[in-house]
C-alpha cells in the first residue's frame, strides 16, 4: 500500500510538473504576418488564429478570444511546420534491425525516446512532424511510425492517429551489407542487388500464400464451416499482406535507377504500389518510370558522392522528379539536417529553377501526402493541425531563423523563452558539476568516468549500429 | 600502344569500381583516364612533351567516343590560351573590403583585377560582361577541406588519400595527391568557391595543405600555395572519436595524451636543432660536419619557425587554451580550427591574437544540453568579442559548395551580413596571409570572381560567372552534365 501510494505521489508530481511547464494558453492569434499559406499563395497582413488544436481562422483583423495569446506578427512570416519524410530522430536504443534480411515484424513504434534532445532541436528549426523509419540494413525493413514532434509529451502522444502506416524497404548498398564486412560479423544473405530482388520476391511469394490461406479460412467460415483451423498467424507476413490489400505503405531506400526499376517491377507483378522512393538519388534518370507506377519521391537536397552509389547522385534530382509530375519532397534522414529543411528546399530554386512556392511544398504539402496526412497538416487552412511556424524572416532565406513553433497550437518552441533559460541552465551545469559523484576522487584521480551517452544514429546513412562498429 | 592504354585504363577502372553498371564503369574510365594523363601540364624536357603530345592524341583518338559524355574534363582551350582581357559592365560590386558600388565594373586582365570603380578604362577587345542587375563578389574560400584527396570516402578505398598512416608526417603534402580531376572541384567552383585549402587528416600531425585555385589541370597548377599549413590533430583525452558522446577520463588516458603532446614538443624541438644544424653547416661548410639528411624534420623546419601557419583541430575550451599554450611555448603561428567552444574562450583567443576556422557551424551541439543554437551563434560572438575568425564547411569535397549556407546560417544568428560575407573571403585570406591576391575585389589582386543574381549567401541565389585566374570558366560540372542528360528524358 505504502508502494502503492508512493507511485501515486511520484505519478502526481510527474503530472505536476508537466501541467507546469506544459503550455495552457487556450487559444494563440498570431497577428500581422506575412502568411505562406503553401495551398493559397502568399496573404500579407493577416492573422492566423489557433484554437483547440486546429487553425482556427485566417484574415484580417480576426478578433482575439479572450485570454487568447498574442503574437505580434510583424514583420514576420508565418509557413506549416515542416514535415521530415525521412527520420531517425527519437529513435532509441536502434535504427536497424540487422540480423534478418525481412524484419518486417519489428516495429519502430515501440522505441520512441520523448525526451531525446533532437526533438527540440527540430522544432527549433521548424520541423514539427517525422515519418520515423527502419534503417536501410536490410531489404524489408520494420515497421514506421508518423508522428508530431510532441516535445514533453509522452512517447504516446506522438503518434499521429489514423495516419497511415507504412514500412520502411531498402535497396542496393546497405542491405547487401557492402560497406559493413567487418572481420568477425558473419555475413548475411543479400550480398548483391540481384539476391535484394530474390529476398523481396521471396518475401511476397510467402506473403500471397499466406494471404490465400487467410482467404481460404474465412471464406470456409463464412460458408458456414464449423472444423476449420485458421492459419497460425506470422508477424513477418502480416505487413506484407496489408501491403498487397493497399493497407501500408511502402517507402523504400533507393540510390541507383536500376534498383528504382526493379522494385517497380515487383511491385506492379505483386500488384502493389511504392508510395515513396526515399533518397532516390538516380530517381532522375528513371522519373518517367517512377511517375508512370504513381510512386513519389523523397530525396535529399544536394547531398552526393558519399559511396559508390551515391556518386551519380545530382542537386536536379528533385526538381526533374517534379517536372516529371513526381510529387517530392526534400528530407533529412538526419538529426542535423532536420533543423534547417527550409534551406534544404530554397535549394532546390538554385538547382533546377522550382519556383518558391513549389520550393515550399517540398518541405510542407508534399511530404503531407506522401505520409497520407495532407487532409490534416501541410498547409494553412482552416480546420487543419495548428501546427505551424513563426519566421524571423522569410524561411526560404537563409537569414531567417525560428521564433515559434506551435503542435496542435500548444507552444512548443519559442526563442525568446530559450534565451530567457540559459542562465537559469548554466547555474543548475554548475550545481551538478559541483555534486559529490563529480568530485574528483580522494586518490586525486580524475572524476568517475560519465557512461556514455546513448546514439542511436547521427547522421544520414550512419547505419552502423554499435555491434557494427569495430572497437 | 592502342591496346596497351586500353588496358591500362580497364585495369585501373577494375580496381577502382564496385559493383555497377556498364555506363557507370564507362565514366569511372573517363575520371581515372583525367587523373593520370594530364593534358595541358606536361612542362620539362622536349621529350616530355613530345611524349605527352603523343599520349594526348592517342587517348584522343582511341577513345573519343567514351570521353563524349565526359562530364567536367577541362578543355584544353581554357589552359591553353592566352588569358583574355573582360570588362564587366553596369554591375552591382561588393568589394568586400571597401564601400559598395551599386553601378560599377571591373576590368580583368592578365589573370588579375586590373580596375574596379564606377568607370573603368574598356581596352579595344576586351570581352565585355554585361553585369545589369547583377552583382560581383570574390570568390569564395574554404579552408577546411580534404579537396582532391578524398572523392568516395566510403566502399572506394583506391580513392581515399587524406590520411597517411602513423602518427608523424609533416611531410605528407597534400600537394602531391590532389587529383585535379576530383569531380568535386567543378562541382564546388559552380557555386561560387573559388579557393580550398585542401588538408590532410588524422594522426598527430597530418601532413601539409595546399592552397588551391580551384581550376587546373595538375595540382601545382592549381595551387597558390603549396604548402601553405601544417595541420595538427592536437592530442586529446579520447582523441580520434567523433566528438560524440562522453570523453573517457581515465587516468590511462590523461597519460595518453600528456604523452602524445610531448612527442610533438619532441618533434618540434628536433626540427628546430635540424634547421640550425643544417644553417650552421651551409654557412661553415669547411669546419662544421655535414648533418644526416631527415625529411620528416625538413619538412617541419619552416612551421617550427613559425614562419608558416600551423592547424590545430581544438574543439572544447580547454583543448583550445592548450593548443595556444603549446604553440606559443614552441614559437609556432597557430590558427585553431575547430573551436565549437570557441566562444567560451574568445577573450583568450583575442588575448593571444588566435585566429579560428569555424568548420563546424552546422554541426550538432556537443552536448545535450547546449543550447540549440550554440554553433550557430558560435561566430556571432567571437566576432563580437574581436577574434579573427572565418566559416568553412569542414567538408572532405562533395560539399564545399554549400559554404556560403554555413555563413548564412551564422548570420540567422547574430553575425552582421556583411561579417559573414567575410568569413568567407576576405578572412580566410586574411588568416592564410594571401589577402594581398585573394578575398575581396581590388586591382592587383588574383581575379577570382563571381557573379550571382542575388545575395551570394542565399541559397536562392544563382551564380551566372565564375572567373578564377583571370579566366571565365564555363558552369559546367559533373552535375550539370548529368542534368543536361537526363532532365528531357520521356
Redesign the interface.
Known sequence: MKRLFAVAALLGLCIAISAQTRDIAPATLIKNATVLTVSHGTLTNTDVLLRNGKIAAVGQNLNAPSGARIVDGTGKFVLPGIIDAHSHTMMDGSVNECTKSVTSMARTQDILNPTAIGIYRELAGGTTAALLLHGSCNAIGGLSTTVKLKWGHPAGDFPIPGAPPGIKFALGENPKRTNFNIPGLTPRYPATRMGVEETIRDAFTRARDYKRDWDDYRAAVGHGEKNVMPPRRDLELEPLVEILEGKRFVHSHCYRADEILMLIGIADEFGFKVRTFQHVLEGYKVASEIARHGAMASAFADFWGYKMEAYDAIPYDVAILTRHGVVSSVNSDSDERARRLNIEAAKMIRYGGLTEEEALKLVTLNPAMQLGVDNRLGTIDVGKDADVVVWSAHPLSVYAHVEQTFVDGELLFDRQADIARRQQLEAERKTLEAADANKPSPGGGPPRTPSEIRRAYVHADDIQDREDQPR | MKNYLRYFLSSLAGSY?????SA?DQRKTVILRRAFIPLTTVRGSVTARLFASVMILISLSCTLVVFAQDTDRIDPQLTNTPLPTYVILNARIVTVNGPEIEKGSVLISGGKIAQVGANVYSPAGAKEIDGTGLTVYPGMIDLGTNMGLV??????PGTVDAQELGDMNPNAAAIWSVNAHS??IAVTRVGGVTNALSLPSGGIISGQGALLNLFGSSPREMALVPEAVLMIEFPRIGGGG?G???P????EA?TQRDRRIEELRKIFRDAEAYGRAQDAYRNDPKSVQRPQTDPKLAALVPYARGERPVIFRAEREREIRAAIRFAEEMKLKPIIIGASEGAKVASFLKEHNVPVILDGV????LR??D???SLYENASKLQAAGVRFCISTGDS???V??L??NA??A???GLP?AEALKAVTLYPAQILGVADRLGSIEPGKLANIVITDGDI??????VKYVFIGGRQLPLVS???M??DE??D??
Open positions: 569500381s564496385t559493383a555497377s553498371g557507370r572523392e568516395v570516402p566510403t566502399g572506394a569531380a568535386h567523433f560524440f558522446g562522453a573517457n577520463i581515465t587516468s590523461t552546422l554541426n550538432l551541439p545535450e544540453d543550447a540549440y543554437d569535397g562533395a560539399h559548395r554549400d556560403p549556407f548564412g546560417m548570420a540567422a544568428f551580413r549567401l542565399e541559397a536562392r541565389t544563382n559533373r552535375h550539370t548529368l542534368n537526363f532532365k528524358r520521356k
